[in-house]
């Protein structure tokens, strides 16, 4: 199994701004100074809790700081942008990173986003999937490309001049284009089906209950099917929130406790999904009323905390309950203390991993 990183920053809103841009840069070098394979950040536009506003922008602070982690969008949000300009942002952060890119994409899933960007009442997993077809269009035919779909029109026919390369658009360094990952944040998800018919990878959300979480693995193998594939773990990924501590009650108290970041992060995480009537996200029985759903419960339920061996029992379990996957998305929260965020990200890398993998083996 191998460790990656996933953030979707969530800081309490009256932070500086300055100052979560900075801490979230610094756990992804972090993670790079540990040895964590890979680093996915996300992003939304109109929330001042969740403050990357574009991935694509933040990976790029990253470019030169970083040699060996790979780094990837989690996700960009297809629907809230025209395809030819996220293919040329694509082709330019791919061939920074020489190749050390990963393009995660999914249709969005915050609503104020749809409707700053005029889809609240469109159908955005339409939209998703005429976006990701003509992208890759752009990158693997030539111009003037003459792309017609049901929300966007894509030509330089009227305009092109190819001797002097006017109308014609960059390539990804990565060829044909970089490795496609989509993100899964529902039970039995019809995406992780259609991603893994076409090959991508599939990031599980690290706010699914284990149960639900175990449905993606199904769903990857009856795409794998589709096309005569196997489903490899490899293309798997799932995020999960994990605080390691040298102490259980240091981490009970700052994994579950009302003043920690955990709590912070599934208060804010579950009011907005229940408020979008996703309740079901959070409970073992989809016929329970939304009112039985609690952060309290919420964090006792998704969040492994304790000591080196306690975690490691924990994730052994997960593991058992939904089947083998490849890298374990280690998830970012607000640093409430930095000292205790960075010894879990240490402890997480040195200790608990090696030992979940020997008795893997």
């Not at 999960?240 to 709590?263: E, I, L, Q, W």
């Amino acid at each position: 199994m191998e460790l990656g990183f996933f953030t979707m920053p969530l800081h309490p809103p009256g932070r500086d701004y300055r100052e979560t841009l900075a801490e979230d840069r610094e756990a992804i070098l972090l993670a790079e100074k540990l040895g964590f394979s890979e680093a996915f950040v996300g992003e939304h536009v109109t929330d001042r809790a969740e403050t990357v506003t574009s991935s694509l922008m933040f990976l790029a602070s990253l470019v030169h700081d970083t040699s060996t982690i790979k780094l990837g969008s989690g996700t960009v949000n297809l629907p809230n942008c025209h395809p030819a300009h996220v293919a040329a942002q694509v082709a330019m952060i791919d061939t920074l990173l020489e190749g050390r890119f990963l393009f995660g994409i999914s249709p969005g899933g915050l609503p104020s986003d749809w409707e700053a960007f005029g889809t609240l009442d469109k159908d955005r997993r339409a939209m998703f999937a005429e976006a990701i077809e003509m992208i890759i269009a752009l990158w693997t035919t030539p111009a003037p490309y003459n792309l017609e779909g049901q929300f966007w029109t894509i030509s330089t026919a009227r305009t092109l001049w190819e001797e002097i390369g006017q109308g014609v658009m960059l390539t990804p360094f990565q060829k044909p284009y970089p490795p496609i990952v989509v993100t899964a944040v529902e039970p039995y998800s019809k995406s992780v089906t259609a991603a893994a018919a076409r090959g991508w990878s599939t990031i599980s959300a690290n706010f699914l209950l284990p149960k639900w979480v175990a449905t993606h693995g199904l769903h990857r193998v009856e795409g794998c099917e589709r096309t005569g594939r196997t489903a490899a773990s490899a293309d798997w990924r799932v995020a999960k929130s994990v605080f390691v501590a040298d102490d259980d009650a240091v981490a009970r108290d700052y994994g579950t406790g009302p003043n920690g970041p955990y709590h912070f992060y599934y208060s804010q995480l579950s009011r907005k999904l229940i408020r979008a009537g996703r309740a079901n996200l959070f409970k073992e029985d989809p016929d329970a009323p939304d009112e039985s759903v609690t952060v309290e419960g919420i964090v006792d339920a998704v969040v492994i905390h304790g000591t080196v061996n306690h975690v490691v029992d924990q994730l052994l379990a997960f593991r058992e309950e939904t089947g083998d996957f490849g890298t374990l998305m280690y998830a970012g929260h607000d640093w409430v203390d930095p000292a205790l965020a960075r010894r879990s990200m240490a402890l997480m890398a040195h200790e608990v991993l090696p030992r979940v993998n020997a008795a893997i083996r």
